[in-house]
C-alpha cells in the first residue's frame, strides 16, 4: 500500500476546517454558466514575489486556470504598503478581469495609517472571498533571560523602552501586533522596523536585536533549528505547525489575535453574477487537497466563505485597527 505524506494526512484533516466550506459544493449538473471567462484574469498583488503570501496567491491562481479554462495571472505591483496595487485596481475595468489579492494592509490598516488614499477600501471594491489567514510569531534570540512571554513583559515594566523588538516593517501585522502587545500588556519598548522579515531575522539570530514579531513561515526554520525561542503566537489557537507554543490569549492578554490575511476583491461595480462565479470557483479551489497541503506547508491556513462574510470580517478588522493605531500614534507619509 502506497505510503501517505504527513502533509496530505493534514491537508486531509484541514478541509473539514472552515465550516462555510460545508454548505459550498459544486453547482448542479447542467446548470447554466456565465459567459465569463473569456479571456486571461490578472490577480493583482501589491507586495513583491517570493513570500508566502505571493505564493499562496499563485498556487490559487493555478488551480483557477484549471477550473476556469482561462490562464489565472499574478502580477506584482508592490509599493507603499499594497496601496499602489490597490490604486491600481480600483481604477480597472469592472469586468471580471482585474481583480485585487487584498490583505489587511490595504483593506483594514492603511485607511488609519495613511492621510490620504488614492482608493477607497469600501466604496471601490467588490468583496468576493477571503483567502487565507497567516499567523505570528514573538520569539526571542536564545541568549535573552526571558524564557516566557510573561517573563519578557516583565523586562519590559522593569526596563520601559530598553528592548529593542523587530518587525518586518511600519504598518505590516508584525509591527500592529506589537503595537497590540504594548496596549493589552501595559508596556513600552522600542520597534525596530525592517524592509521585510529577512533583515531582521539577521539582526536577531546575529543578536543585534533580542526579539522579534514575525510571519510564521519565515521564522519557523529558525524555530525547529533552536535558533529562535518561540514565546506566543498570535493566533486565536495553537498552531499545528507549533502545537507546543501557546497563544497570547492563553497566555492571559483576552482577545489578543492578530492575522495577516489575504483576500479576493473585484473593482467596484463588477456584476454580481462575475463575484458570484469568482467566489465559488476559489471556494472549491481552497478545497482541493493540493491547495490545502501546500497552503499548510507555507504555514497559510485556507479560509472561503461569502463575499458578505468578507465585508464583514474586513469591517472588524478596520475598526479594531483604527483603535489601536490611533492610541499608539502611528501615522505613515
Not at 53 to 62: I, K, N, Q
Request: proline share 9%; glycine share 8%.
Amino acid at each position: 500500500m502506497p505510503q501517505v505524506s504527513h502533509g496530505r494526512r493534514r491537508a486531509a484533516a484541514l478541509l473539514a476546517c472552515p465550516a462555510a466550506w460545508l454548505a459550498l459544493g459544486r453547482p448542479a449538473h447542467g446548470q447554466p454558466q456565465e459567459d465569463y471567462p473569456k479571456r486571461p484574469i490578472k490577480i493583482v498583488l501589491g507586495f513583491p514575489p517570493g513570500g508566502s503570501t505571493d505564493t499562496s496567491a499563485r498556487r490559487v491562481a493555478d488551480q483557477l486556470a484549471r477550473q476556469m479554462g482561462q490562464p489565472v495571472i499574478v502580477e506584482n505591483r508592490p509599493g507603499a504598503s499594497g496601496n499602489i496595487g490597490a490604486t491600481y485596481v480600483a481604477k480597472s475595468a469592472p469586468d471580471g478581469y482585474t481583480l485585487l489579492y487584498g490583505t489587511n494592509t490595504t483593506h483594514a490598516m492603511n485607511v488609519s495609517l495613511y492621510p490620504r488614499l488614492e482608493f477607497d477600501p469600501v466604496k471601490d471594491f467588490e468583496p468576493v472571498v477571503l483567502q487565507g489567514k497567516v499567523s505570528n510569531v514573538f520569539s526571542v534570540h536564545p541568549s535573552f533571560g526571558a524564557t516566557t512571554l510573561q517573563a519578557f513583559i516583565d523586562q519590559a515594566k522593569a526596563r520601559p523602552g530598553a528592548i529593542n523588538v523587530a518587525s518586518n516593517g511600519n504598518s505590516t501585522s508584525t509591527h500592529m501586533a506589537l503595537e497590540l502587545l504594548k496596549s493589552m500588556a501595559g508596556i513600552s519598548f522600542v520597534h525596530v522596523p525592517y524592509k521585510g522579515s529577512a533583515p531582521a531575522l539577521n539582526d536577531v539570530l546575529g543578536g543585534t536585536v533580542p526579539a522579534i514579531m514575525d510571519n510564521l513561515p519565515a521564522s519557523l526554520p529558525h524555530i525547529k533549528a533552536g535558533k529562535l525561542r518561540p514565546l506566543a503566537v498570535t493566533a486565536r489557537k495553537r498552531l499545528p505547525q507549533l502545537p507546543e507554543v501557546p497563544t497570547f490569549d492563553e497566555l492571559g492578554l483576552r482577545g489578543y489575535e492578530v492575522a495577516g490575511w489575504g483576500a479576493i476583491w473585484a473593482p467596484a461595480g463588477t456584476p454580481r453574477p462575475i463575484v458570484e462565479r469568482l467566489n465559488r470557483e476559489i471556494n472549491l479551489a481552497l478545497r482541493e487537497p493540493r491547495i490545502v497541503e501546500v497552503m499548510f506547508e507555507t504555514a497559510s491556513e485556507p479560509q472561503g466563505g461569502t463575499p458578505e462574510e468578507l465585508a464583514r470580517y474586513a469591517r472588524e478588522e478596520t475598526i479594531k485597527w483604527r483603535e489601536v493605531i490611533r492610541n499608539a500614534n502611528i501615522r505613515l507619509d
